[in-house]
């Protein structure tokens, strides 16, 4: 156990690493295309692993090569198809939407309810809203 990192710790630098990510992406939305921007934090993002984790010590299978080329392949779909789409967004009532299951499933006291009441804005959250347009 000497020399691992405590979870909390690790649950609160990936918090402050994605939270400086994402305040950094969106200050520069106004300096370059939003694709861009998802690029460079893609870029950035794997250059930090690489320093921290350093593959090259660890002999790899073809198998967790791939796995890891697809998990790296979804994820910068992912961030770039999702940076593409927020000039397109009405970020007021989407970003509500996505935070407020996680706040009403801590918010509601005992376990059978707070569950329930996850549920149900987790629902009410991915409900479809009408947009003015």
């Known amino acids: 156990m000497a020399g691992r990192v405590p979870a909390p710790l690790v649950f609160v630098a990936s918090a402050f690493s994605q939270y400086l990510g994402a305040g950094l ?6 300096l370059m295309p939003s694709t ?6 893609l870029v950035v993002g794997a250059v930090v692993l690489l320093a921290l984790r350093r593959p090259w010590r660890r002999s790899w299978t073809r198998r967790a090569l791939a796995l890891a ?3 790296g392949t979804a994820t910068a779909t992912m961030n770039v198809i999702f940076y593409a789409a ?3 967004l009405p970020l007021g009532t989407v970003v509500p939407g996505e935070l407020g299951p996680c706040v009403a499933g801590k918010r509601s006291p005992g376990r059978r309810r707070r569950r329930h ?4 804005a987790t629902a009410l959250g991915r409900a479809p809203r009408p947009t003015r347009v």
């Open 25 to 30: 992406a969106v200050s520069l939305f106004s």
């Open 36 to 41: 861009t921007v998802a690029w460079w934090r």
């Open 69 to 71: 080329a697809a998990f």
């Open 86 to 88: 927020i000039p397109l």
């Open 117 to 120: 009441g996850a549920r149900v």
